[in-house]
Nanobody
């Protein structure tokens, strides 16, 4: 079955960096776009970044563009999110997402990122 497992979250000071990972299994990862979402307390889940199959096309939310970089390793079925210059407003639970060809969404369990001094 489909499985998405995020890791790499934690507590970091403003201006710091973190690298999140999403390990995928149960589907042909290399054929599909993958996404990172986040959800802060009291807010709706929002799209942070998306990377197309092959890694050639990447899209970012305006709030993270220039600070975050999404990448993927198709040999290990892993997606990454490098987060630099972190701000307190980046505090959220970060989720890995795959949408299958019929439009069903699959999510990981999430990883907490807290940016605070």
């Amino acid at each position: 079955q489909v499985r998405l497992v995020e890791s790499g979250g934690g507590l970091v000071q403003p201006g710091g960096s973190l690298r999140l990972s999403c390990a995928a299994s149960g589907f042909f990862f290399n054929l599909y776009a993958m996404s990172w979402y986040r959800q802060a307390p009291g807010k709706e889940r929002e799209l942070v970044a998306r990377i197309r199959s092959g890694g050639g096309s990447r899209n970012y939310a305006d709030s993270v563009r220039g600070r975050f970089t999404v990448s993927r390793d198709d040999t290990s079925y892993t997606m990454y999110l490098q987060m630099n210059s972190l701000k307190p407003e980046d505090t959220a639970v970060y989720y890995c997402n795959w949408r299958d060809p019929i439009g069903d969404d699959y999510w990981g369990q999430g990883t907490q990122v807290t940016v605070s001094s």
